[in-house]
T-cell receptor, first 115, second 115 residues
Framework: NAGVMQNPRHLVRRRGQEARLRCSPMKGHSHVYWYRQLPEEGLKFMVY????????ESGMPKERFSAEFPKEGPSILRIQQVVRGDSAAYFC?????????????FGPGTRLTVT | AQSVTQPDIHITVSEGASLELRCNYSYGATPYLFWYVQSPGQGLQLLLK??????LVQGIKGFEAEFKRSQSSFNLRKPSVHWSDAAEYFCAVGGLTGGGNKLTFGTGTQLKVEL
């Protein structure tokens, strides 16, 4: 059973460009979480999605950031008009749902560098 | 609001010595508690988790943790550290809320193992 997959692993964008990060959850998992890790810090929750629904986006910046988890395909975290402060590692985690409450499996992360 | 404190930013131990990493949490209800390990440039791997029941939890790689409700602590221990244990360790708290099970992480403890 393949783990959580994220791509790309590394992404370099110039200021003002768009960044698109993808996350494919583990097979059978219908819940996806996105976290951001700034240098020398722990992970901070951004958003929680189920298929076709955003359940909790309390950790998302109000502007430029959006997330989706369509019926088919991976979850996407989109950052428009990136700024240097967006440089961070972005991790996706999946869980099988309330039956597996609390146990989240993390992907390897996407390391975004804004130049 | 839930929070996690890991008071030790860096810890150095000799190989073969015992290890204890501290974690204190704040949570308004019964917490779900986790320890994750992160190697450089990698994602997070779950070491162990506590949901309920026995307060001494066994995990992978010889790690264990003890939940002490009276002290709001969930310290990680290992009787004999191996050089391959050098990594960053994160304590996290979660729980069922109206919006899923987002995890709140501590800032991490960087473990260095001296040979």
């Amino acid at each position: 059973n393949a783990g959580v997959m994220q791509n790309p692993r590394h992404l370099v964008r110039r200021r003002g460009q768009e960044a698109r990060l993808r996350c494919s959850p583990m097979k059978g998992h219908s819940h996806v979480y996105w976290y951001r890790q700034l240098p020398e810090e722990g992970l901070k929750f951004m958003v929680y999605l189920q298929k076709e629904n955003i359940i909790d986006e309390s950790g998302m910046p109000k502007e430029r950031f959006s997330a989706e988890f369509p019926k088919e395909g991976p979850s996407i975290l989109r950052i428009q008009q990136v700024v240097r402060g967006d440089s961070a590692a972005y991790f996706c985690a999946s869980s099988p749902g309330l039956a597996g409450v609390g146990e989240q499996y993390f992907g390897p992360g996407t390391r975004l560098t804004v130049t | 609001a839930q929070s996690v404190t890991q008071p030790d930013i860096h810890i150095t131990v000799s190989e073969g010595a015992s290890l204890e990493l501290r974690c204190n949490y704040s949570y308004g209800a019964t917490p779900y508690l986790f320890w994750y390990v992160q190697s450089p440039g990698q994602g997070l791997q779950l070491l162990l988790k506590y949901f309920s029941g026995d307060t001494l939890v066994q995990g992978i790689k010889g790690f264990e943790a003890e939940f002490k409700r009276s002290q709001s602590s969930f310290n990680l221990r290992k009787p004999s550290v191996h050089w391959s244990d050098a990594a960053e360790y994160f304590c996290a708290v979660g729980g069922l809320t109206g919006g899923g099970n987002k995890l709140t992480f501590g800032t991490g403890t960087q473990l260095k193992v001296e040979l």
